[in-house]
């Protein structure tokens, strides 16, 4: 069996890769039972930042109004009080 | 350059020996191999990790999106690309089939394997249909006896050739040199000559075995 010049003779036949090739293959392969088994990423929202807990006690219509402002701006509590903390820094700083 | 894609659902069936042997053979013959290692037990990565032959690189860890442009972008290279694939029913061995141009079923003589083994002709066939074209497959029988063919390998032979499936010749035979291949790195020859690589059998009866396989696969390609 000799050498590289018997090689060359070997030639790659043309092949689609289209995206619309891909999808049919899939769909044959798929009616076969050859499925995407490729593994999943871990199921959930990933776990905040936002580790630690404030517990202030204020009076009902301060927290009712906390509560309703956050829910307009359509952010948490948290960040609520995260952006009136720097309001306060920029304030205080200055 | 062709690609040739070692296929069957069922595990432990000997697509990673087929696909090192290929590997290690064309090599010698003066080709560039890129082989890609789909199969999660990363056997032939570990073959890897201890030495590949010279003219063969590895790339490993392709998953079901990576596939067809990873051959595409081998395929481009003017080499040699050989797939080894999981043992499991999945889209990535699917894809990877659309993209060969010789798909290899290895399966031991056993009821079981042939039946397991079927899916993926039957897979190719119906590949070939949906896309118009003519995919290349043939089936090899692995870990054979060296001594005499049993009842069971002649009947499935028969059974093979009568459906007008391709049935490589010679089967690759049950060999300690291709399973320790796995161990020592590198291919067959340098087992061969060097000492301190150890078989519990005969290495120059499975690189003839290994050079009779290559050269009925390399007709194929022609």
């Given at each position: ?48 930042p936002r580790t630690h807990q404030l517990h202030p006690k204020v009076f009902p219509e301060v927290g009712e ?16 009080i995260e952006q009136m903390w720097e309001l306060y820094r920029t304030r205080t700083e200055t | 350059m062709p ?23 064309f090599a010698r013959m003066g080709a560039n191999i890129t082989v890609l290692d789909c199969d999660p037990n ?181």
């Amino acid at each position: 069996m000799s050498g590289s010049n018997r090689l060359s003779g070997l030639k790659a036949r043309p092949k689609d890769t289209s995206v619309a090739e891909v999808r049919r293959v899939d769909e044959v392969g798929e009616a076969r039972g050859f499925v995407d088994r490729s593994p999943r990423k871990k199921p959930g929202r990933k776990p905040s930042p936002r580790t630690h807990q404030l517990h202030p006690k204020v009076f009902p219509e301060v927290g009712e109004a906390i509560a309703a402002e956050a829910e307009c701006l359509g952010i948490t509590q948290g960040q609520l009080i995260e952006q009136m903390w720097e309001l306060y820094r920029t304030r205080t700083e200055t | 350059m062709p690609v040739i894609v070692m296929a069957s659902p069922k595990g432990g069936v000997g697509k990673s020996t087929c696909a090192a042997i290929l590997a290690s053979e064309f090599a010698r013959m003066g080709a560039n191999i890129t082989v890609l290692d789909c199969d999660p037990n990363r056997s032939l990565s570990r073959w890897a990790s201890h030495g590949l032959p010279k003219g063969v690189t590895l790339h490993g860890d392709i998953g079901r999106a990576e596939i067809v442009p990873t051959i595409r972008a081998a395929d481009g290279d003017g080499k040699i690309v050989i797939v080894d694939l999981e043992g499991v029913a999945s889209q990535l061995v699917s894809r990877a089939i659309s993209q060969a141009d010789l798909v290899i079923v290895p399966m031991q003589a056993t009821a079981l394997d042939a039946e397991i083994g079927s899916e993926a002709l039957a897979l190719v066939r119906e590949e070939e249909e949906a896309l118009g074209r003519e995919i290349r497959h043939a089936v090899v029988l692995t870990k054979t006896s060296a001594a005499v063919k049993s009842r069971v390998q002649k009947e499935l032979e028969e059974q093979l050739r009568s459906a007008g499936i391709d049935l490589i010749e010679p089967s690759l035979v049950a060999r300690a040199a291709f399973s320790e291949i796995f161990a020592y790195g590198g291919d067959l020859t340098s087992m061969m000559n060097d000492p301190e690589m150890r078989t519990g059998g005969k290495v120059d009866k499975a690189l003839e075995n290994a050079h009779g396989f290559t050269e009925a696969v390399y007709e194929r390609l022609k």
